[in-house]
């Protein structure tokens, strides 16, 4: 990782954060006893199932260890790396008994990665365990970008597990642009930069031309999805659509990695998200798909907002035009970013339909990102922002439940401890509200 940048307090509130962010660490402390919390009887997601997985970002070790690593950049005579490395030997131990069957950032080896790297204090320790992760994923990176193009030939449109940060190759470039220095990491980064760049090339649907992030509905998420857009849909969310793939690239110009054609690509993408914001009563924002018919001026309903959280929304849709603008020195499309992140404040709370205090679909999400963009604008409105968010996700805070914080997908909340939607991801929100130097916990969001 690069050298941290300064980071400014944005809020009169930052020690009363980090006192709870510490809180919080202190009952995350022993790996087993978050293990056996998260997979109690009765802590059943509507998913099916605990959401507990060893060594995934978003529901496991990995996130708990970038807390720990977290404080221990803060606090680096208080023993945190000790903590950090008890659960990475856990981490370890479920790598050992169950292995891993991805690469992806937030299901498979690129978090469990960006864990160990956060963990070994500027690659001093844990390098042999690196190392082998990193061979692991850059082959299996360029492996998939081989078996992806192929398809581009057989078939039109692409899944959103292909492309995006979750599952796809998205999340998996914001690992290995950390290690762009190593050549193959940098070769399947290039690879991977050069898929993006032949997505968004127009394609042929249906005797229309439509981008070529195009979704068929065979690739739509849910039984839902499929009967609501029977002819595909274009992903407008940071955490599945095309936003993520606008960052990776940006981050990426912004690092001295550039590939043919990545900046017309870049803009391919942020004119058609300007071209596709919808003016509400309280000021712009972005639906959470486009259908086929939206797209090619058929019959379709009205654009509807959804939530303004991270992974779906005006939130990570803006943040993403504003790092393309700052990439390509557009300041248009910068102006894009803060107009969407000042409308989500112009809005009344129920507006934003965010579940409780978690990141993914919650309001940390959106207040890392506020952050960020309280950081790199240095308007002083966004620092209103960040301590609204912070009032309301401090009412979200109960003391007697076993890790402070818990995730609102059931009615009564359920515990979780992973980086997406458990409390480690709150706890880390928490903390940077008081950081002097920034955090790189939040780069596998594709938000910084």
């Known amino acids: ?3 941290a940048k300064e980071w400014v307090s944005t809020t009169a509130k930052s020690e009363l954060a980090a006192s709870l962010s510490l809180e919080l660490a202190n009952r995350l402390k022993d790996p087993a006893r978050v293990k056996q919390i998260v997979t109690a009887p009765g ?23 970038l807390l720990f690593t977290e404080w221990d950049r803060q606090a680096p005579d208080e023993g945190w790396d000790i903590v950090a490395h008890s659960h990475l030997l856990a981490l370890q131990e479920g790598l050992r008994q169950n292995g891993c069957s991805n690469i992806s950032m937030f299901c498979g ?20 365990f690196m190392a082998e992760l990193n061979e692991r994923i850059a082959d299996g990176a360029l492996d998939m970008v081989k078996d992806f193009k ?32 190593n050549d193959k ?58 936003p993520g793939p606008l960052v990776l690239m940006s981050l990426a110009l912004q690092k001295g990695v550039e590939v043919k054609e990545q900046r017309t690509a870049m803009r391919r993408i942020a004119q058609w998200l300007i071209d ?26 009205e654009l509807q907002r959804t939530r303004d959280a991270w992974c779906y929304g005006s939130a990570g849709v803006a943040r993403s035009l504003f790092l393309a603008g700052r990439a390509l020195g557009d300041e248009l499309f910068c ?39 309280a950081q790199d604008t240095g308007e002083e409105r966004f620092k209103g922002y960040v301590d609204r968010l912070l009032d309301i996700v401090l009412r979200y805070y109960e003391p007697d439940s076993p890790l402070g ?27 940077s509200l008081s950081l002097r130097t920034e955090p790189t916990w939040d780069y596998p969001f594709l938000i910084a």
């Not at 080896?109 to 042999?128: D, H, I, P, W």
């Not at 899944?159 to 950390?178: C, F, H, W």
């Not at 249906?206 to 992030?213: K, L, M, S």
């Open 109 to 128: 080896l690129s978090g469990a990665a960006f864990a160990v790297m956060s963990a070994s204090r500027k690659g001093t320790r844990y390098t042999e």
């Open 185 to 242: 990491a940098a070769s399947a980064l290039s690879a991977i930069l050069e898929y993006l760049v032949e997505l968004t090339y127009p394609i042929e649907v249906n005797g229309c031309t439509v981008p070529g992030w195009y979704v068929p509905q065979k690739y739509q998420f849910s039984d839902q999805d499929k009967m609501s857009f029977p002819n595909g849909s274009f992903n407008c969310g940071l955490a599945h659509g095309i």
């Open 335 to 373: 102006r894009w970013g803060v107009r969407g992140f000042d409308s989500i404040f112009a809005r009344p709370e129920e507006q934003w339909r965010l579940d409780g205090p978690t990141f993914c679909h919650g309001h940390c999400g959106l207040m890392q990102m506020t952050l960020r963009m």
């Open 1 to 3: 990782m690069e050298a």
């Open 405 to 431: 914080f818990r995730d609102l997908e059931v009615t009564q909340g359920i515990e979780k401890a992973g980086l997406l939607d458990g409390t480690p991801g709150v706890a880390l929100t928490l903390l």
């Open 276 to 301: 596709h914001a919808a003016m509400g009563e309280h000021g712009h924002f972005w639906p959470s798909v486009i259908s086929f018919e939206q797209e090619t001026a058929q019959e379709g309903e």
């Open 43 to 65: 802590n059943i997601s509507m998913l099916g199932g605990h959401p507990w997985d060893d060594v995934a970002l978003s529901a496991g070790y990995p996130g708990t260890i």
């Open 150 to 181: 192929r398809s581009f030939d057989t078939e039109k449109g692409v899944s959103p597990k292909v492309y995006d940060v979750i599952m796809g190759l998205t999340g998996t470039g914001r690992y290995l642009l950390e290690w762009k220095h």
